[in-house]
């Protein structure tokens, strides 16, 4: 059983660039959130994937997109970086059963933007 | 909508030491609770949930967490914490297969 892969790990983008992330779900698993960790405080909820269609979410503006593919692979977008993005962006899978959603995170990728 | 606070952003305790870390939630509906735990260096892993059922659930390294409906709580407990229990530790409540929401976290820090 694979786990949940990001790349890149870490990346440096200046303001008003864009940057794609990307995330291999854990085999078996059909849905994909993404998160933004900011230093110091819990994951912040940007959108969930099902069904390769956006099925949720958090407070962010438009410029955060994100796509999911039939094999379950994902991805996030940002347009127009600006310096509050600098964060650690997570990536969670989950199967969607009536199991309650149990989240299987990857080891994130380091965002920081100058 | 769901929100959840961790009421202690540190905890430090000594070895072999009870400790609880707090958490209350907000819904108008039902709730999965989970645990999720963030050691240094490393990604989230789930700890614990509940689902329904028994409202005491453990984890496999000694763990407890209590669902209180009544208080909307469901604070985290071990009664004898080791070196290697330091972490980051945050709550989260979830709405079905929906988002899941997660508390502020609360550093804890196990001094020999």
């Known amino acids: 059983e694979t786990g949940v892969t990001q790349s890149p790990t870490h990346l440096i983008k200046t303001r008003g660039q864009q940057v794609t992330l990307r995330c291999s779900s854990q085999?078996?698993?059909?849905?994909v959130s993404w998160y933004q960790q900011a230093l110091g405080q819990g994951p912040q909820f940007i959108f969930q994937?099902?069904?390769?269609?956006?099925?949720g979410r958090g407070n962010f503006p438009p410029r955060f997109s994100g796509l999911q593919f039939p094999n379950y692979s994902s991805e996030l977008n940002v347009n127009a970086l600006e310096l509050d993005d600098s964060a650690l962006y997570l990536c969670?899978?989950?199967?969607?059963?009536?199991?309650?959603?149990?989240?299987?995170f990857g080891a994130g990728s380091r965002l920081t933007v100058l | 909508a769901q929100s959840v606070t961790q009421l202690d952003s540190q905890v430090p305790v000594f070895e072999e030491a009870p400790v609880e870390l707090r958490c209350n939630y907000s819904?108008?509906?039902?709730?999965?609770l989970f645990w999720y735990v963030q050691y240094p260096n490393q990604g989230l892993q789930l700890l614990l949930k509940y689902l329904s059922g028994s409202t005491l659930v453990e984890s496999i390294n000694g763990f407890e967490a209590e669902f209180n409906k009544s208080q909307t709580s469901f604070h985290l407990r071990k009664p004898s914490v080791h070196i290697s229990d330091t972490a980051e530790y945050f709550c989260a409540v979830s709405v079905g297969g929906f988002k899941t929401i997660f508390g502020a976290g609360t550093r804890l820090f196990v001094k020999a």
């Open positions: 969670a899978s989950s199967h969607i059963d009536g199991g309650g959603n149990v989240l299987t």
């Open positions: 994937y099902y069904r390769e269609e956006e099925n």
């Open positions: 819904s108008s509906v039902s709730v999965y």
């Open positions: 085999s078996g698993h059909n849905t």
